[in-house]
């Protein structure tokens, strides 16, 4: 019994060391690490965003028909493939979204909508129900989403879009590059953090 007692003292000793390693070097949560954004999955909000001047002349954009009065269209300038893929991947990845078809929008628009349990925005944040934004189909490459108070006038003097010429919902024009993708995911982030948080986050202008 001696024996079988001192050899489980030093497993325990061996041990012990080594839960408390795994305990202090866990990998900290989202919150931990950016005490100060709200929780993207590992992707930073820039509280201190700037907003350039977009490059160039605005695209064009065009309202349909009567009879199809939501299909507000970026008609030229589109965004390449991978730029719309990329940007959506990220949006899709977001806390507490669901990708799934438009509820306004025209057939194939892909729209980001929030579980409703997760919601602590307002009422305004939401295009219809819990969608907060959609992206348009590969051919026009635009999105619509939804800013909190402010915000919109920025993206329009800055011509990153356009307003809605009936709802008002502020069109974000699709990113041509790299760079320009990060700032449409800036303003993404926006929505997605006033619908989902509450979160008012502003945008500082160049």
Known sequence: MTSKRWVFAV???LLLPLAACTSATREPSVEQEFPSAPATRGVLLETAFRLGRRPGPAPE???????TPLAHRQLSQQSPRDMQEALFAR???LADVVVAPSGISVPGARAFWLRPEAVLGPRAAFQVGTEFAHIHPAHDGSLHMKFPPGVAEKVYQQGWGAPHPRSGTPMVFGPRDAAELEVVWQLLLRSYVWAR???AVD???D
């Open 11 to 13: 497993v325990a000793a």
């Open 61 to 67: 954009v065009s309202d349909a028909p009567p009879g």
């Open 91 to 93: 949006a899709a990845a």
């Open 197 to 199: 948080e509450g979160q």
């Open 203 to 205: 945008v500082q202008v």
